[in-house]
């Protein structure tokens, strides 16, 4: 945008909610609260959808309680449930309570799924229809609630008497068929749904796999509590592939470029202290070797090479890995194809890398004995980082742990280790000979 | 799957095509070919509709051209478009002229986009109404093309004589409005849309700022020329979200566990390389200060340390900046406010850090002079790591380089080469002050 200043109330209503939204953020907290005050309700409600969900607190501070009740009740309710979901208790008891039941209810029942869960994802914007009612009686039924619905209807959902899923039809298919005909005639009987404590991943899965507009959420029961639409996917894609982008080098998961400074350095700081104690280990290997060194200060030249090679090879073996378990290509039952064909890369790898080091070693430092350990130490060590490539990712998920968190500076420590004692020790065990 | 052993072709039939498709690529090539002959032409396209692309020809080796044509004739233009896309020039020219001229042609004219733009990602499968026409002529019309066209069917497009995109109408609209109405008076006008050169992860973008289940495609004149689905788009930003992650450590960007190990030996081997000429660099560093080394070996074994926390640090800022690049969140004009952040966090993480390496060093080694020496090193790296952090990638984006490019290559050759760098011609001084 070329200008970034205030605009007059009636240009900020002009405004599609995403770009009023990007405008929201960059005022300050005076003048939004002023804004957002004196904004139709709808107007200000739609932009605020938009907002991240933990910046809603924020961009709302300053506004009175009832301005903040009417906007929390404008929004849709698993909109709703996301944003009060980051509240802290108290305050959002407060505001639930405050809110009529008939909006509070639905909200409170979708806050009781977690966050990152098939219930926590989905929506209650869908329209059932009974197996028994004729087409007629449906779209005579569609029609009436018009107006307090969407209008982006694909599918419609077909329950008992209990409300558990027995099938569902297209829209496009009610319009078309016979008027008196039954529901039960049309509709697609097997079908597709998650489960409301599936986990976000598993959502993201069967949207990669299936190519729905839509799925159904069903709980324990098979009751019908939700419905995940392909843009809803479109988001838990988006956060799981950050998610997991993040936590490999030891941050959160949800840290943006806009996050308080003070937020981002208390969430990585303490990452950065594992990666140091991590360090030392790589340094105590080091330590052992100090005479090694000090007998031969060529050899702590080499030593970088050695580690960082591992560190990045391992490091392309790992995010394929991740990325592959995070898409749900790679099963566990695969890491022994995995490891096999990871290892083969590995020494491959290594002889080739080894090679060009060990002549470089040679060439540079005019030593061959310098060049074949640190050749040999390549290869090892790239070997090495095959392997905890591999078996990290593998052992995090065998104890339940995300795979991708803080697997690199795991790697990286193995291969630091790694690399420093295998160069090291067949340095020392090269002085040793040739003395 | 308990059983992954071969089944009868009618127990094949049965599954669903995702499950087909997996077993599919589980079988020797000569079982492949003779099942993907024999299975109902329908069935075996569904499946190979559901492999990647580029995995396409390798699982369709052995089969008649014959068999190939009726296959690829009976996918959705768009898939078929695809998975051509990864044929080589002749063999896709062979196939496209074997097909009858209605199926070729709109194949062809899907080709014509490169993969990775809206053009390449958006599909022909949608219905188009003109303006002039009543609701009642519509939906007569709708009903006509039942049979030929999709179901999941949540919007329609108005067009005018030219085909330029006028406005756009959800079908429940449709199907609830008066049936003498024109399609003009209930058409929404103000629509989103993309154009076909749009790269993917403005497409990607696009289906975040804005949650629509469809967006659709326009060429330069205006025209409609298809649509892409809120389901394209989420698989689009699979595919860029790995492709980030992959570029940041020297992968293809396509890779996967399933790619053939010599495919990923030929695509990372050649990164493995620069990444070993940048290694040369840090040790080429180190070479300089041998002589230093030698006198104070100690040095050595904090060289690891100081290097490492500033790799990783680095890495926090870097992937933090590339996936908000990648999301639309930062823009090319926030690149101060984001340098200012990341400084002031390097800052702040240097200073706890590096108090605490200090005092480490100092404890572990008896030397004060040690301690304040790694200390101030690392306070140094941080701030180099939180610098190149964010430089890389807006240099890289200034460059029109995709800003993953290899970033953690070259972010950790800054930290590399500035940690030895700092702590090394420190410990330098100090020798020469100490004495």
Redesign the interface.
């Known amino acids: 945008m070329s200008n970034d200043g205030p605009l007059f109330i009636d240009e900020y209503v002009k405004l ?1 909610p ?1 770009d009023l939204a990007d405008r929201l953020e960059r005022l300050s907290p005076g003048e939004r609260a002023e804004l957002l005050t004196n904004l139709p309700l709808e107007t200000a409600a739609a932009a605020l959808a ?1 907002v991240y969900d933990d910046q809603f607190e924020e961009l709302t501070e300053g506004l009175s309680t009832d301005r903040l009740v009417e906007l929390v009740g404008e929004l849709e309710h698993d909109d709703a449930a996301d944003i009060l979901g980051e509240f802290r208790e108290e305050r959002r008891e407060e505001l639930l309570e405050a809110l009529p039941n008939e909006v509070s209810d639905p909200i409170e029942e979708l806050l009781r799924h977690p966050e990152d869960t098939a219930g926590g994802i989905m929506n209650d914007r869908f329209i059932t229809l009974s197996r028994t009612d004729t087409v007629k009686e449906c ?1 005579a039924h ?2 009436e609630q ?1 107006d307090r619905s969407r ?5 419609l959902y077909v329950i008992d008497e209990e409300r558990r899923l027995v099938g569902i039809v ?4 009610l ?2 068929s016979k008027p008196d005909g039954h529901i039960e005639e049309i509709m697609v009987r097997q079908v597709q749904f998650l489960r409301v404590d599936d986990d976000q991943e598993e959502v ?1 899965r069967r ?7 839509a799925l159904p959420v069903l709980d324990r029961s098979g009751k019908l509590v939700g419905v995940i ?3 809803d ?3 838990v ?2 956060e799981e ?2 998610e ?3 936590l ?4 959160s998961g949800e ?4 996050t308080p ?1 003070k937020t ?2 208390r969430r ?2 303490p ?3 594992v ?2 104690a991590t ?2 280990l ?2 105590i290997v ?2 052992f070797f ?2 090694t ?2 007998k031969w ?2 050899l ?6 050695v ?3 591992g ?3 391992g ?2 073996t790992l ?3 991740i ?2 378990m995070a ?1 749900g ?2 099963e566990p039952g ?1 890491g022994k ?2 490891l096999f ?1 990871e290892t ?2 590995g020494l ?2 290594g002889i ?2 080894g090679m ?2 060990g002549l ?1 070693g040679w060439a540079w430092k005019g030593s061959p004995e310098l060049g074949l350990i640190a050749g040999a130490a390549m290869l090892l060590n790239l070997l090495a980082a095959a392997l905890s490539g591999v078996l990290i990712p593998f052992g995090l998920k065998a104890l339940k742990i995300d795979p991708a968190l803080a697997s ?2 795991i790697l ?1 420590t193995v291969t ?1 280790v790694a690399g ?1 004692f295998f160069f090291l020790s067949l340095g020392a065990w090269a002085i040793k000979n040739m003395n």
Chains 1, 2 share one sequence.
Do not use: C
């Open positions: 599609h995403v938009e779209l569609l029609r018009k209008v982006d209807i694909t599918y297209p829209l496009r298919e319009v078309f993201a949207f990669d796999d299936y190519r729905y507009m639409d392909a843009n996917a479109f988001e894609a988006q592939a950050t997991d982008m993040q490999m080098v030891g941050l840290e943006r470029f806009s400074w981002s350095l990585r700081l990452w950065l202290f990666n140091l360090a030392f790589a340094a080091v330590g100090e005479e060194i000090a200060t060529a702590a030249v080499f030593l970088p090479i580690a960082g090679q560190g990045n090879a490091m392309q995010t394929v890995i990325r592959d898409l290509d790679l695969d194809r995995a064909k083969l890369l491959l790898h080739a890398i060009v080091v470089i690199s500076i990286t630091d420093f």
